[in-house]
């Protein structure tokens, strides 16, 4: 099948993001605001986040619940707007729903895949017209045949049948459903995919027939990735580079190799601690104690603080920025930047999931 | 196993529907020792929720046991009037689930419930249940148990509130305990939390654990034995060492090659191609040949059953060939 063509693209990372952040407004009705003496209340579901996507990359971000990440997703693909920071897609920026609506060829670019493949099909469309969507709402192709016919094409190319079109989504299975969705985010011709957990709702046996899916139309297609996920062996397998969120914030981001063997921040030291260990080479785990605060009210300083084994009186009161790493990467925390960590508990190779 | 504290015969689960009987569970055999966990792992749909409410007497009607036998210490407990049985869970059985809020009514503080249950099973007063309602949070690793008893569920994080069950699970101290996808909803630090509590009770208690769940790392890091389920049967169960490390049946085989693991170079997973048949379109003989890269002709004919293989006991042709060769030769 024809390959759509590609744009000459202009030096530079793909994406750029800066200081993003964006808050919820949580706060009671503004009648027991007034009666009550109560103040607005905000979530920080992103604070200040920064970082880069190369094309034809796989960016990851990894991170407990609640920590941010779907929020970046939706901030990037323009589903929420930012409070703060830009948003900048080969040079343009789409920080702004001005933005975003001056630029739709920018925004037709990028296409997101979300975690739950039985929600995000519309039950009562046909598969094909599912997929034929955004061919017909960009004016890709005109016509019914050859709309048909690129309907097929994207359908053998996620390894389903053309005769599938003519379908309905309760008639396939959760993996067959996410292949679907992966054909109607291809059917816009997009170059940069965000998925949001793509296979966390599936079995590890249908897991392994997507993720080599997407590998595979990366390789074919040139496609970018910006992966969300908190499974880090999924990420590991999957990524060029690694994100790790805490908080809202973006605590430590390395080559994916790097990260894994030598993970500087406590809090991705702790999440690979935390994994566990299918070669069952006896290793001793230790769990962690205490779980995320609230993000309502996250504690100062260094977010991680009441967690971290490392933290003392600065750690308390002041907020690490990220500094960048001999290397590559980046890393916040205070005992990094003044060497008092010891060198890490390195998850080596060979096999450890 | 004589020493077995469950013991799980020939099992048989099934949906009477308009267009014939569906069979969910097709006669699995299996046994739990005290103090033993049994991890059991497959794909959605492959039974494990059903033989876990089969145990529990929780099975959702019109689904039913429609063969077989379950005997906890010994005695039957499958064919108990709905009344002996409801004592019989909560006092010898405690049942973990997925979701905590499943288990836990939102309007009662967390600690009366847990009272309740206490009082219900054992002779113990208002204050004795309270006093041991502490002990129980404070075992599962809540802090400030003594203030949190007075809390409700929602004033919990998730990973507190699969906690709070584990503690209602265990109030009445029973002999037994079936937790179906218990850190499934959880992130893995608090996964890692409530594994080490798992063990630790099992080691402190005796108690016997059929866990549930489709994590494998979950499986290798907790189980003592683990029972692979595809289409309702058991393919292969055995010492979790050796299913997770060296892999007898082919769909063990795959399912293991389908984990991306960290370190690993594999560009791409090995991948089972196709998916679980439907209930209603069981495939003849072996359930898994139109996947299986070995399937030979007798696997499209013949359903194997389970025959011991070293130390494991796996349902497939291969190895009954094997077998017979070696009684050929030998
Ligand atoms: N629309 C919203 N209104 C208010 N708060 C929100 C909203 N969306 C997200 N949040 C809050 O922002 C924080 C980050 O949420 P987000 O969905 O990005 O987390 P996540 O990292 O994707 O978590 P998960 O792994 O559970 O999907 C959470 O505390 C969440 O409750
Ligand atoms: N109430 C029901 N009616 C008909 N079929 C059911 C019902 N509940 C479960 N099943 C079927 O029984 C099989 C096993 O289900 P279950 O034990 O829940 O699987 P799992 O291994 O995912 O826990 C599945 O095919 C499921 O669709
Ligand atoms: S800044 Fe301090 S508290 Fe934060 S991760 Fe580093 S050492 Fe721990
Ligand atoms: S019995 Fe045959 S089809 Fe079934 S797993 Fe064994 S080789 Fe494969
Ligand atoms: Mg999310
Ligand atoms: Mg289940």
Redesign the interface.
């Given at each position: 099948m024809a390959e759509p063509a590609r744009m000459a693209r202009a030096p530079g990372p793909l994406l750029r993001v800066e200081n993003l952040t964006r808050y919820f407004d949580v706060s009671p009705p503004l009648l027991n605001r007034v009666f009550e003496g109560k103040g607005r209340l905000y979530v920080r579901a992103v604070d200040g986040v920064s970082f880069e996507i190369d094309a034809g990359e796989t960016f990851s971000l990894v991170g407990?619940?609640g920590c941010g990440k779907s929020t970046v997703a939706r901030l990037v693909v323009g589903l929420y707007q930012p409070t703060r920071g830009t948003i900048d897609f080969e040079g343009v920026d789409l920080g702004s729903a001005k933005a975003r609506a001056a630029n739709p060829q920018m925004q037709a670019r990028m296409q997101m895949i979300f975690q739950d493949p039985y929600a995000s099909l519309n039950p009562r469309w046909r598969v094909g017209d599912i997929i034929a969507e955004p061919i017909r709402f960009r004016r890709i192709l005109s016509g019914r045949a050859a709309i048909a016919e690129r309907v097929g094409a994207l359908l053998r190319q996620v390894g389903l049948g053309a005769n599938d079109a003519e379908r309905y989504p309760h008639e396939f299975?959760?993996?067959?459903r996410q292949r679907i969705s992966i054909a109607r985010a291809l059917a816009g011709e997009p170059e940069f995919l965000v998925c949001d957990e793509p296979t966390s709702a599936l079995?590890?046996?249908?897991?392994?027939?997507i993720?080599?899916l997407m590998?595979d139309l990366q390789r074919r297609l040139g496609l970018t990735y910006l992966f969300i996920s908190?499974n880090?062996?999924?990420v590991?397998?999957v990524s060029s580079k690694v994100g790790v969120m805490y908080l809202g914030r973006l605590v430590e981001w390395s080559e994916t190799k790097t990260l894994?063997a030598r993970p500087r921040h406590p809090y991705t030291r702790?999440?690979?601690d935390?994994?566990?260990?299918?070669?069952?080479s006896g290793r001793a785990?230790t769990?962690?104690a205490g779980?995320?605060p609230s993000p309502l009210n996250p504690p100062s300083g260094c977010s991680f603080h009441p967690r971290c084994p490392w933290a003392n009186e600065r750690c308390k009161s002041e907020r690490p920025e990220a500094q960048r790493v001999p290397g590559g990467g980046a890393v916040a925390c205070h005992a990094v930047e003044e060497g008092r960590l010891p060198e890490g508990p390195a998850?080596?190779?060979?096999?450890?999931? | 196993m004589s020493s077995a504290l469950l013991e799980v015969r020939n099992l048989r689960v099934e949906f009477p529907t308009r267009r014939g009987t569906l069979r969910a569970v097709d006669d699995i055999s299996f046994s739990i020792a005290p103090g033993e966990v049994l991890g059991v792992v497959g794909?959605?749909g492959a039974g494990k929720s059903l033989t876990g409410a089969a145990i529990i007497g929780l099975l959702e009607p019109p689904g039913r046991i429609a063969a077989g036998e379950i005997l906890l210490e010994g005695r039957r407990i499958d064919n108990l009037p709905y009344e002996e049985l409801r004592k019989i869970r909560g006092r010898q059985i405690g049942a973990i689930f997925q979701d905590p809020l499943t288990s836990l009514n939102p309007l009662y503080r967390v600690g009366d419930q847990i009272i309740e249950t206490i009082r219900t099973h054992l002779p113990l007063s208002e204050a004795q249940a309270r006093k041991r309602a502490i002990d129980l949070l404070q075992e599962v690793g809540i802090s400030s148990a003594a203030e949190r008893v007075d809390h409700y569920p929602h004033q919990f994080?998730?990973?507190?509130r699969q906690r709070v069950v584990i503690a209602l699970a265990l109030c009445a101290e029973p002999r037994l305990i079936v937790a179906d996808e218990p850190t499934t909803a959880l992130?893995?630090?608090?996964?890692?939390?409530i594994?080490?509590l798992i063990k630790r009770l099992c080691r402190e208690h005796k108690t016997a654990v059929m866990l549930v769940t489709?994590?494998?790392?979950?499986i290798?890091?907790t189980a003592d034995r683990v029972a692979v389920m595809y289409a309702g049967r058991i393919a292969e169960i055995g010492p979790?060492?050796d299913v997770?490390?060296n892999a007898k049946h082919p769909y063990t085989q795959?399912?293991m090659?389908?984990?991306?693991?960290?370190?690993?170079?594999?560009?791409?997973?090995?991948?089972?191609e196709g998916?679980m048949p439907r209930l209603t379109a069981i495939p003849p003989g072996c359930a898994f040949n139109p996947r299986c890269p070995k399937a030979f002709d007798r696997c499209r004919v013949d359903r194997p059953e389970p025959i011991p293989v070293g130390t494991t006991q796996v349902a497939c042709w291969l190895y009954e060939d094997a077998r017979a060769k070696e009684a050929v030769h030998g």
């Open positions: 407990e619940s299975s959760g993996g067959q079995d590890v046996s249908v897991q392994a027939q993720l080599n590998k908190h880090l062996a999924v590991y397998h894994f702790m999440l690979l935390a994994i566990p260990d299918l070669a069952m785990r769990p962690v779980e995320v998850v080596a190779p060979p096999a450890i999931a | 794909e959605s994080s998730g990973g507190m992130d893995v630090s608090i996964q890692a939390q594994i080490t489709h994590d494998m790392g979950v290798a890091e979790v060492r997770v490390q795959g399912l090659g389908a984990i991306p693991s960290i370190g690993g170079a594999e560009e791409r997973l090995a991948q089972i998916s």
